[in-house]
């Protein structure tokens, strides 16, 4: 999947809230997936803690997981035929990325 790169994606960092409105979950969830992710559990971007109580995501992690999630489901679906939650979040990001 071919997509625009950002330079500034690499350094660009995001808080729990803008990573749970561009993933499509609830701030609880992004915590859990990140908990698993830390653990070793999981290819959800690992957070960035800059403090004790100041935690980040890197966006560029972020959008690779998103675009892993989407190839990942496109082949699933091209195998069933079904739609994909995926492609949703890809599409999602897309629309973001447009926002800005």
Sequence with gaps: MATETNPLDA????????LSR???????TCWRLSALAEAGQGNFPKPVRLSARSVRWRLADVRRYV?????????????????????????????ARGRR
């Design 67 to 95: 675009e892993t999630l989407a190839e990942a489901e496109s082949d699933e679906r091209s195998s069933n035929g079904l739609g994909s939650r995926a492609a949703t979040l890809s599409a999602r990001w897309r629309q």
């Design 11 to 18: 350094c660009q960092l995001i808080n729990v809230r803008k």
């Design 22 to 28: 561009l993933m499509g979950i609830s701030e609880r």
